[in-house]
């Protein structure tokens, strides 16, 4: 019968454990207590408080850590709503960022927000938050060369990311239009040139870190070509393309002042790349690209993009499910970016960056098991969508004429609040029907077979 252990052993080790503001290895954990035990011994007290509830164990055994059990106020969840459920200090955050230009203060860039990060001490996201985003992120147990999962998803997300990434800009194309348009190079009616040539600017970007995944990295090379692609055809200024800018801009609805002196924008453009470099843990490090390439705006423009194009990069790197932006509210991102320019606060981009990792791995790897419930928006218009899938097909449509059908026959279908999500939902849907998953939608086999020919 194993031995039952008295408060005056056990709350030394709870109470040492609740010091940390982290989780901690046993290793730290007997450092700290005070007196230190046998190994053994601490594994059976520890071992024993998260029996008891009083403790979490996280990782494998090798690597396990340890933290007090409370709830977790840093992890975003997904509502019921399939919206992003934030923090309360992102709350705090959109609170202060929402309010009118007048009742916010001007500031300037604070370089010290970057010098005072240290790689690998330093960390934006939490040790559990890390090894969370690493469990629903991994897509093989066997080490491969960098860019080879990229390389199996690679038709997928050159749309998925070039259209959300350029929604998230309010580019007005929408997901089956962007197929179009990248597959068969095809521009949709009605419809700005500058729409046109973003998504095929973000084409080229991606189609950069696949092809080159062995060499691509935070340093010059990567960033200032990752925006010459992304900024193709889109400057006043040919030549500005992938050059660090010589002149003040300006933040639309902020209050923030960028760096205006080339110099220093030269300098901290440096230290940002070699920071991101030394980070060794892959969504530290594309999180911080997040967070400090828009920042900087180191560019005359499209700082924003070649961030989110940017982030992928240690995921590419480590072959991790890639971040696409997949469902991502527009308003959400940029009072996110907001709260980092005026507040130098992180949690919101932080809440916005995991939501959407979680529903990018989702779409791009085979565990959505662990990802919770089933969407509730998809289960509630369950039968909708069945009807327009199954009408598309039958009706033998192209992506054209898809796209038309879809806007006047979805708004009599579904509540005007839910039409936009909704047709997104759809076209995801046509996007990804193949010979082995048409039958959910009750379309038989010699109608898939002529609708097939049309869409291609």
């Not at 080159?212 to 200032?224: A, L, M, W």
């Not at 979680?358 to 791009?364: D, G, V």
């Not at 969508?385 to 199954?390: C, E, K, T």
């Given at each position: ?299 005359e423009d499209v700082n924003k993009r070649v961030s989110r194009l940017a982030a992928n990069i240690p995921l590419v ?140």
């Open positions: 019968m194993p031995k039952i252990l008295s408060d005056d052993e056990m709350i030394p080790v709870f109470e040492t454990v609740a010091g940390f503001s982290e989780p901690a290895s046993i290793e730290e954990i007997n450092s700290c207590l005070p007196l230190a035990m046998p190994r053994r011994t601490l594994q059976r007290r520890l071992a024993a408080l998260v029996d008891q509830g009083k403790l979490t164990a996280l990782g494998d055994r090798g690597g396990r850590r340890y933290e007090i059990k409370a709830p977790d106020a840093e992890i975003p969840a997904t509502s019921s709503s399939g919206e992003i459920q934030l923090s309360k200090a992102a709350q705090a955050i959109r609170e202060q960022v929402t309010r009118p230009l007048s009742a916010r203060r001007p500031v300037g860039y604070r370089s010290e927000f970057l010098t005072a990060y240290r790689p690998n001490v330093s960390a934006y996201l939490s040790v559990k938050l890390r090894m969370k985003l690493q469990e629903i992120g991994r897509t093989s147990d066997t080490p491969s060369p960098a860019g080879t999962y990229l390389r199996k998803v690679m038709d997928r997300l050159l749309i998925d990311l070039s259209w959300n990434s350029s929604r998230l800009e309010g580019n007005t194309y929408s997901l089956l239009e962007t197929q179009r348009l990248l597959e068969m190079g095809e521009s949709a009616s009605g419809r700005k040139a500058e729409e046109t040539q973003m998504l095929l600017n973000h084409k080229a970007a991606i189609e950069l870190l696949a092809q080159q995944s062995e060499d691509v990295g935070f340093n010059r090379y990567t960033i200032c070509n990752l925006h010459a692609l992304l900024s193709d055809n889109l400057l006043p200024d040919p030549s500005a393309g992938g050059r660090l800018r010589g002149h003040s801009v300006s933040i639309g609805r902020s209050v923030f002042h960028p760096l205006e002196v080339p110099q220093l924008i030269e300098q901290r453009f440096n230290e940002l790349l070699t920071k991101a470099e030394a980070i060794e843990d892959a969504f530290e490090q594309s999180f911080f690209v997040m967070v400090h390439l828009p920042y900087l705006q180191p560019f790197r480590h072959n991790l499910s890639p971040l696409s932006f997949v469902d991502v509210p527009q308003p959400d991102y940029v009072n996110a970016i907001l709260g980092v320019y005026e507040l130098n606060q992180v949690e919101y981009l932080r809440d916005v960056f995991v939501w959407a990792y979680e529903r990018s791995c989702a779409r791009y790897s085979a565990i959505r098991q662990s990802l919770g419930e089933p969407d509730p928006f998809r289960l509630r218009y369950r039968l909708p969508l069945m009807d327009v899938i199954g009408d598309v097909v039958r009706g033998v449509m192209d992506k054209k004429t898809a796209v038309s059908f879809l806007s006047h026959r979805v708004p009599e279908l579904v509540p005007v609040e839910d039409q936009a999500k909704f047709i997104v939902m759809a076209e995801s849907e046509l996007a990804s029907l193949h010979d082995a998953n048409f039958a959910r939608f009750r379309i038989r086999p010699s109608e898939f077979d002529q609708w097939k020919k049309s869409w291609k």
